[in-house]
């Protein structure tokens, strides 16, 4: 049988199967030119949306308001009306730190029942480099009884967008695309430049476009291991990491990453993606591991330091009143995902410290349901015995070092993990 043909750029019906942090921008960017369905399997979701809120605070509800050819659904048969299937469903790792493709496999086998001749799969979650066509095409054909090049074609365009960030935006940041034939990357390739005024770069092949998706965030995550190393010597000299990294920036091509927590669910996860293939065949990678083992580690190192400048004041840490500013995974917004302050928190808690975690950003609920953590909602001034800024949430830094000093004690100390305020009237920061 001939080669079906892709769809015509005037009949042209996408869906976007997983509405979080990237679906849902991706999904009214679309919604703004084409007939778009955002799909997603939760149906509180699809409900919110339906009333144009976006919990993820990624999307205004003027924007959902004015994005009259999106509509939202939880029903997978009215996947059947589209001709272009883009999939952004998670793909987080599991205890043991491997990948866990539970949700790209459910989404495969949803896409799978739902395509007809001619239509295009383009997955935007980050991946390894083969997952695409070794895990989620061979599903597509099973599901769908259609085969691969032939009934339908396939695409990767690896989403770069950063949550809570209002500048760099779906159109305005140039984006990676690929295809399974020349034909099905021409079309991936115009089908986001509808959207994508910043312009697209298309890759070779699917594989490489996710192998670039998945370097970025590793590179990112060593980067910051590097730092992070360096914080840790430089404690043990009793120099100040931000000053050295102040002097040094002053050099042209010195790179200007910060020493901090690694969390979120994509610097500190992606790079595992990677290993685990890797290690599939037969390389054990050393220095992309070691930079993941250094970054893990350093929500107890904050805690440690914390309680060493406690007992050098004579205040005990098991009984001890903590107060820990942010649990976000970072500033000015309210993703917990994989967020890192719980190491600090864990750590505190092993000594038997009492733990107060503060963050105006986050849902309540979410940190229960997640970490089983209470949050404190109001904070009384002179409770505690040391006050940690983990996250620097705006409203922390219009408060000021001394504002956030008064919720503590007479002595107390102040620990700043962002650098985010000033050095004399901290007592230490990472
Ligand atoms: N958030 C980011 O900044 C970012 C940036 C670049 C790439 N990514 C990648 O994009 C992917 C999605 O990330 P996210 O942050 O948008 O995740 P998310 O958790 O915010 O959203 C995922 C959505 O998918 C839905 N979902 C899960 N399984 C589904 C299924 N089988 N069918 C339909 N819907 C399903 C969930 O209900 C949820 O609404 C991940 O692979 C991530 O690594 C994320």
């Known amino acids: ?10 009949d042209t019906r996408v869906a976007v199967i997983g509405l979080g942090y990237v679906g849902l921008p991706l999904a009214v960017g679309f919604g703004r030119h084409l007939p778009t369905l955002g799909f997603d399997i939760n149906q509180a979701r699809i ?20 994005t009259p050819q999106l509509r939202f659904s939880a029903d997978a048969g009215d996947l059947k009306a589209c001709n272009v299937f883009i999939v952004t469903v998670p793909t987080p790792i599991d205890d043991a ?35 695409t066509e070794e895990v989620c095409v061979p599903i597509i054909e099973r599901e769908s009884g259609l085969k691969y090049n032939v009934d ?12 809570g960030d209002k500048e760099h935006r779906l159109e305005t ?39 670039a998706k998945v370097i970025e965030n590793t590179q990112r995550d060593l980067n910051i291991a590097l730092i992070n190393e360096l914080a840790l010597i430089f404690h043990r000299l009793g120099i100040d990491t931000a000053e050295v990294l102040a002097a040094a920036g002053t050099k042209w091509n010195f790179l200007p990453f910060r020493p901090g927590l690694v969390g979120g669910h994509c610097i500190g996860v992606d790079p595992y993606y990677l290993t685990h293939k890797a290690q599939q065949i037969g390389y054990h990678p050393e220095v992309i591991l070691s930079g993941r083992r250094i970054n893990d580690g350093m929500g107890q190192h904050v805690a440690q330091r914390v309680i060493k ?24 917004c309210p993703d917990l995902r994989n967020t890192r302050v719980t190491d600090v928190v864990g750590e505190f808690r092993s000594y038997h410290a009492n733990v107060d975690v503060h963050d105006p950003w986050v849902s309540a609920e979410e940190a229960r349901h997640e970490y089983g953590l209470d949050l404190v909602p109001e904070l009384v001034p002179g ?15 219009e408060l000021g070092a001394e504002r ?19 050095r004399e009237l901290v007592d230490d920061r990472l």
Do not use: W
């Open 383 to 397: 409770t505690y015995d040391a006050v940690i800024l983990a996250v620097a949430h705006r409203q922390f830094l």
């Open 97 to 131: 730190k491997r990948p866990d493709l539970t949700p790209l496999v459910s989404a495969s086998r949803t896409v799978g029942r739902a395509i007809g001749r001619g239509a295009v799969v383009v997955f935007e979650s980050t991946v390894y480099p083969g997952a």
């Open 152 to 163: 339908f074609y396939a695409g990767y365009s690896p989403e770069r967008i950063n949550p």
């Open 173 to 211: 940041i140039l984006k990676v695309t690929s295809g399974s034939t020349p034909e099905a990357a021409d079309f991936v390739d115009a089908l986001y430049r509808r959207v994508v005024t910043a312009g697209t770069h298309k890759a070779s092949s699917i594989r490489v476009a996710e192998a």
């Open 1 to 10: 049988m001939d080669a079906a043909a892709l769809p015509r750029r005037d």
């Open 404 to 422: 956030i000093r008064a919720f503590g004690k007479p002595g107390c100390v102040l620990f700043d993990v962002k650098q985010a305020l000033p």
């Open 309 to 332: 400048l406690m007992t050098q004041r004579r205040i005990h840490a098991a009984g001890a009143n903590i107060l820990v500013l942010g649990l976000a995974f970072k500033e000015n």
């Open 47 to 66: 409900a919110e949306l339906r009333e144009h809120r976006d919990h993820t605070l990624e999307v205004s509800t003027e924007e959902l308001k004015a």
